[in-house]
């Protein structure tokens, strides 16, 4: 009886000592400054963004040095990935298109985005991946422009999931920037094309 009690005890602690959760986000932290004083003048719609379903889940899926693929039970997204994706994107679109507008680029029009996302890669102390098609489309009095592009965003890793998740974040970024450098490039006198960085499709 008395191992038994004391059985119960270890179990007991144990089950109170266990890993915490942590949750994860890829929206942005804020910004000062002006382009976080005001919106963008221009519309920015993003469709539902698709994802792998590989990764389609509320726990981080990380590639091991091994080669495996482990779900981490105790590091979650804060809100489904295909919502997080979308809501970080808009973020991102929304602050450069504000700075360009701070910086005296004026364009028309809405903008409209959709998000096909191939591959979401976490390899923890080695690299985040992100491969997405994009189909971007700025209507205009001049133009009505559809682009169909591609963004390989690549970033390095170090230890541990915080810093993981801030690679995803730039890679994020990185979608937007090429985004936006598109829009830039629809003007009364030409067409948007896509960025060199990337690809047209």
């Known amino acids: 009886m008395h191992w038994f009690w004391l059985g119960s005890a270890f ?31 221009r519309r920015v719609e993003i469709a539902a963004v698709k994802i792998p379903a590989q990764v389609d889940r509320s726990e981080l899926v990380v590639r091991q040095r091994n080669g495996q693929i482990v779900l981490l039970e105790n ?15 808009t973020v991102e679109l929304v602050r450069r298109l504000s700075v360009a507008e701070v910086q005296g680029s004026r364009g028309e029009g809405p903008i409209t985005v959709q998000i096909d996302i191939e591959r979401f890669e976490s390899a923890p102390g080695q690299y985040a ?19 169909v592009c591609r963004t390989l965003a690549y ?45 047209a499709f």
């Open 11 to 41: 179990a007991i602690m144990a089950a109170c000592t266990s890993a915490p959760v942590h949750y994860h986000t890829l929206v942005p932290d804020p910004i000062d400054g002006p382009a976080a004083q005001r919106p963008t003048s």
């Open 75 to 89: 590091e979650l997204w804060i809100a489904p990935l295909s919502d997080e994706l979308r809501s970080a994107l």
């Open 155 to 199: 970033e390095r890793v170090a230890e541990g999931y915080s810093a993981l998740v801030r690679a995803h974040q730039h890679a994020v970024a990185l979608i937007a920037d090429e985004i936006v450098d598109a829009t830039a490039r629809s003007t009364p006198d030409s067409m948007a094309v896509c960025p060199v960085a990337g690809g």
């Open 129 to 147: 991946l992100v491969e997405a098609f994009w189909r971007l489309r700025i209507k205009s009095s001049v133009h009505d422009d559809v682009l």
